[in-house]
């Protein structure tokens, strides 16, 4: 059951990622554009994707289980640190040089566009060295 409510949720989020235009690296693009030819549409989306997130993530601390009986696990730490905020700068220039985020990246994954799989191949690569990097760290 969760692997299927797992997938509808993936098909859902990919839909709705088509539908609101994030799938479109050039309409991304015009989006961050703030000092060109600025698209704000994408603002709408994002309000939102806040405002139907907004009732559950404030529900799930509330919960000691997830709907499906798995584990709830939810964020503890408030602080912000170098790691935090050095991640947030790569994935923020890496969004606004490609119009690409993960999400949007395995939905036109699909579609066989060359810029989707170079993409999702250096997202994969960054993922190994992090992965590298953070056992390396912990030794």
């Known amino acids: 059951m969760a692997r299927l ?3 509808a949720c993936g098909v859902l ?3 709705g990622l088509l539908l609101a235009g994030m799938a479109d690296p ?3 693009l015009a989006f961050l554009d703030l000092a060109g030819d600025w698209d704000p549409s994408l603002a709408l989306v994002m309000a939102g994707a806040v405002g139907v997130a907004a009732l559950p993530l404030n529900l799930a601390p509330r ?3 997830a709907l499906l009986g798995g584990a709830m696990q939810l964020p503890t730490r408030r602080d912000l ?6 991640g947030s700068l790569l994935f923020g220039v ?3 040089i490609a119009g690409i985020c993960p999400g949007p990246a395995l939905t036109i994954l699909l579609t ?3 810029q989707a799989l170079l993409f999702v191949a250096a997202m994969l690569a960054g993922m190994l060295i992090f992965t590298a990097l953070e056992g ?3 030794r």
């Open 81 to 86: 640190d170098a790691r935090l905020i050095t």
């Open 112 to 114: 066989g566009h060359w």
């Open 13 to 15: 989020f990919g839909l």
């Open 26 to 28: 050039a309409k991304v």
């Open 63 to 65: 919960r000691a289980r």
């Open 94 to 96: 890496g969004w606004g």
């Open 5 to 7: 409510s797992a997938l």
């Open 136 to 138: 390396w760290r912990g």
